[in-house]
């Protein structure tokens, strides 16, 4: 049924009436709020005196440039920055060149290296360490190491597999404890009375080697196996990026030999007499080793130089001195950009300096 045209009329009228009250409350929200933005101070405008007496500001001097300057000495201190007895990693597409080794950061969180002298002795190597886990001040990390030689009929071979932990306990303090496992086994006829070139330069004693088994007269076949354990405990202090002093100290502290040949009769190539060849009640006594070492990082070199006692006369070296090229990096990539600002900066202000206009104290 259609309404009648009275009921029509009045609802006309009723939507004419609605619509002119929502009007006239959005008139009175929006004059409401230009009299709130009328009644709010605006910021003081400088009277015209005072804009003529301001004067550009004096540009940075050549000093005040040169503190700006972000040197590795003036960084923050990094707790990731030493790699080689700690649970941390190379950064993912980063190098070490170091004297004695080259790793790279394969994977983020993984890296992988040889040692070149190694090699070109004949020795087959190669290490990988994996950063596990990360809980804030807390890393765990897996490590592994192969060592392969074969020398004629003779194949010796140590495979090592271990862990290390590192806690940051402050901010510029670190902890770090590892253990190692390694596993040796030697076979064959050693036949080193002419050894090559390069192994009889660092292992002279190699020639007219022959292994002595009990029981067996003249030349005899090595079989060999021997296992070991050794813990290391290391902190670092950090000053800044580039300062931090270094402290170092492991040891073997469980070894085991299974074999007719006398340890002290073996080769005496890799400290393999040496290593296995003292009292397995006493292994620490027969191969500690301990340093004090200060390192410098650089913008791509690595220095270490210390010094330490070990049971193996000049071992400590290779433990408190180092020097190593970093090349790539998230981190250094970052700081080459601060650098590259930088020196956008400082040519920018000083060509700023020379066009300025003379200040007005400054004029005769």
Known sequence: MRPSPLFQAFGRHARRVLALGLAGVGVASASAADETAAAEPGPAALPPE???????????????????????????QNPYGVTDFTAYTLEFGEWRLGLGSVSVGALPRTQIGFSPPLAALGIVNGTAKVNLLRVGPVDLAASGQLYRLGVGEFQGQQLGGGGVLSVQVLPPWSLHVSGLYNGFRASGLPDLSDPPRLLGLVAPDLAGYQPQVEGVVGQAPLDLAASSVSIRVATDVRFNRRDSLILQAQGMVWSEV????????LPPLMNLDKALGGSSEAPLRDS????????FSWKHADLRIGAGLSSVPGAWLLQSTELAWRLGGATRSSERRMRTTWRHNRDAAQAEAQMAPARPEEQP
């Open 288 to 295: 500690y080793v301990a340093s004090a070492a200060w390192q």
């Open 50 to 76: 005072v804009l003529a007496e301001a004067v550009p500001a004096a540009p940075l001097s050549a000093a005040g440039l040169r503190w700006l300057e972000p040197k590795r000495g003036q960084l923050g």
């Open 258 to 265: 299974d074999s007719a040949t006398n340890p002290e009769d």
